[in-house]
């Protein structure tokens, strides 16, 4: 049966099925959120969306992340974040959320197969790394194509290094990129750059930092990895070709929150404003991971948000239960509250 037929008979079937918390998202804030939810006993619900396991699933080795003193793989890693949450009770499912309603309580989290209510939801639904949508980069995507440099910099000694973009990550990733490589060139489309000043004057007077103006990167050579780039000058479309053995992509990302425009508040840059620890606007609905923090964008800083709003959620149920004075689950309130209306 096709994802839509499901969908159709869910709506048509009016299935629903009601959960404590739904957690959206399956990278290591969804994952650990899931762990701390299950362990405390609440019926959680995982939907993973169409990337099970999140960002690290598109990378190989992660070296950063505590408790693996040789590194690990990051699907490796993502797999035992899974499995240990499920160990505990937490129900994983491969479907996409495509609508949330947080008008009203329990909210409904429409997937592509079914529709889910809960009494608490929290967002993980993480951010994308911008792509420069050229040929070769998927195909060199770990194997000297990154998109964070404190993630993969020291993989890259002695090389040396491209960064594409002109904003303020980009100089910073720049600047780290001088630890490691034998030289760093920006590559800007513009001849001026976005970032702060402090940030240009730092990259400015480094020594290993090069820039070349008005240009984009068209083409990605290599065989088993990187061994050269293409470099077009926007302006006449003049080539050049730079010897380097990695290309850092830092041209932005895009929060992955358009479903909960209009139902939650965004900041500027379209990522989950929170008001209070993991608390946003709407009682009941949290947030973790790259989904709200552009600032640090770590796996552990991931985790660790998602065990902070796991805890708040924990709480936030807990001390609703203690207002209403119910039965010991939450869901068990809804189910009596749904039956006294049946009744009365
Ligand atoms: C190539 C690469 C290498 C990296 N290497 C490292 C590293 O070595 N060390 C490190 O610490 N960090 C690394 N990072 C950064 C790290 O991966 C992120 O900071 C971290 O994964 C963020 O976790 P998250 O749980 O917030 O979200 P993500 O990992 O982005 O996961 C988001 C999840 O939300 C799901 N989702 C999105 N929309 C929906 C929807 N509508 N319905 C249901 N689910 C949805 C996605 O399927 C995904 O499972 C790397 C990132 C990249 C891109």
Known sequence: MSRTDRRDDSVNSGKVS?????????????????????????????????????????T????????????????????????????????????????????????????SGEIFESEAVLICTGASPRKLGIKGEQMFAGRGVSYCATCDGPFFKGEDIVVVGGGDTALEEATFLTKFGKSVKIVHRRDSLRASKILQDKAFENPKIEFLWNSVVSDIIGD??????????????????????????????????????????????????????????IEGVFAAGDVHDYRY????????????????????????????????????????????????
């Open 224 to 281: 088993k990895k990187i061994a050269s780039i293409v470099v077009s000058d926007v302006y006449n479309g003049k080539e050049q070709k730079i010897q380097a053995g990695g290309l850092f992509v830092a041209i932005g990302h895009d929060p992955n929150t358009s479903i909960f425009r209009g139902q939650l508040e965004l900041d500027d840059k379209g990522y989950i404003a929170l008001k209070n620890n993991s608390f946003t606007n």
């Open 60 to 111: 190989s080795e992660v070296e950063n992340y505590p408790g693996f003193p040789n590194g690990i793989f990051g699907p490796e890693l993502m797999m035992n974040m899974r499995q240990q949450a499920e160990r505990f009770g937490t129900l994983a499912i491969d479907d996409e959320v495509i609508q949330v309603d947080f008008k009203q309580r329990p909210f409904k989290i429409t997937t």
């Open 297 to 344: 964008r770590q796996a552990i800083t991931a985790g660790g948000f998602g065990c902070m709003a796991a805890l708040d959620v924990e709480k936030w149920l807990t001390e609703r239960k203690h207002r209403a004075n119910t039965e010991p689950s939450e869901v068990a309130f809804t189910q009596m509250r749904r039956q006294a209306l049946k009744d009365s």
């Open 18 to 58: 009601l959960y404590d918390v739904i957690i959206i998202g399956s990278g290591p804030a969804g994952y650990t959120a899931g762990i701390y939810t299950s362990r405390a006993r609440l019926q959680t619900l995982l939907v993973t969306g169409t990337l099970p396991g999140g960002q690290l699933m598109t």
